[in-house]
């Protein structure tokens, strides 16, 4: 965990999450059911999207689609893992950066895809609205959460082997910044951040450890894709994917620019093949083996210097 002013940030700093938690992790079921929902939830194609908290780049090759994606992760090793798993193609912008503080201009992006993050967040409402500042008019916010209201929660709450209810609309912290959300605290959010909910996915249905080891995953992944489009109807899987769309108005960037100052705000900054420089506040962005890092910002006189 990692400190932002009084907000705590959770820090993938060194970890070996995509070994440990995905490839040896007994995963392979939750990784297909979810790249199946994102094949019903992305738009066909576009010019620039963002992927929020990509850690190593699991899920970045579903947007092909794309033109132009920005791998933005907290961690700079998991850029890194990012990098060997994706290349280096002009297409892809590695940036370090804060989600609480997203270092792009208004109205840049196609579409934003954030899977497996909201969870870690203290203030997500401020993220959403963040990311539908970064979003075009009718841009499109592909988001998974973690949904409090699950079967497994509902029958652990009435057999009293948990004490939170799945029923209120409270968050849950279950883990230290690891939160369960209700689907309509969900909806609200990104309704007062300026989305309309569209389609909406259950996934995961069958994330039992002992259904997981007496089924196989083809017959696991192939019902749950079946059972996914009850999303609308009702949402009891522990994972929900959704698309909602950023409102009709608001500015669109020129297709030349890309990044603002995280301090002052300007979009006017200076680029050489080591720096990002404001010109405005003076404040300088490293560009090392590739990755933008928008992390911690340095005070110096212009792109030449070496702090």
């Known amino acids: 965990m990692t400190l932002r002013g009084t907000t705590p940030i959770c820090d993938y700093e060194d970890s070996q999450y995509q070994t440990e938690f995905w490839e040896h992790g007994n995963r392979e079921y939750e990784d297909r059911v979810e790249r199946i929902a994102l094949k019903y939830l992305l738009p066909k194609s576009g010019s620039r999207c963002l992927e929020v908290g990509a850690g190593a780049g699991r899920l970045t090759r579903e947007l092909d689609a794309f033109d132009n994606i920005v791998v933005l992760d907290y961690s700079i090793t998991q850029l890194q893992q990012a990098q060997s798993r994706l290349g280096r193609e002009a297409r892809y912008t590695y940036v370090a950066a804060d989600a609480y503080n997203l270092p792009f201009v208004s109205g840049v992006f196609d579409a ?62 279950y883990n230290q910044l690891n939160y369960n959300f209700h689907p309509k605290t969900i909806t609200r959010w990104l309704n007062n951040s300026g989305f309309v909910v569209g389609q909406k996915r259950s996934v ?41 769309n950023a409102n009709d108005t608001g500015p669109t960037a020129e297709s030349n620019t890309l990044f603002q100052c995280t301090i002052c705000s300007s979009n006017n900054l200076e680029h050489s093949s080591n720096y990002l420089t404001c010109p405005n506040c003076g404040r300088i962005c490293v560009i090392k083996d590739g990755i933008y890092d928008f992390k911690k910002l340095h005070q110096g006189k212009g792109a030449n210097n070496n702090e």
């Not at 203030?123 to 699950?150: C, D, W, Y």
């Open 204 to 244: 995961s249905h069958f994330r039992w450890h002992i259904l997981k080891r007496i089924i196989p995953t083809d017959v696991l992944v192939t019902v749950d894709s079946l059972l996914q489009f009850t999303g609308p109807l009702w949402q009891l899987t522990p994972s929900i994917m959704l698309s909602a």
């Open 112 to 173: 934003a895809l954030m899977v497996r993050v909201i969870h870690h967040l203290t203030e997500a409402q401020s993220v959403l609205s963040s990311i539908h500042n970064t979003l075009r008019p009718n841009g499109t916010l592909i988001l998974e959460f973690a949904n409090k209201r699950n079967l497994k929660a509902i029958i652990r709450y009435f057999l009293r082997l948990q004490n939170w209810n799945p029923f209120n609309t409270e968050t849950v912290e």
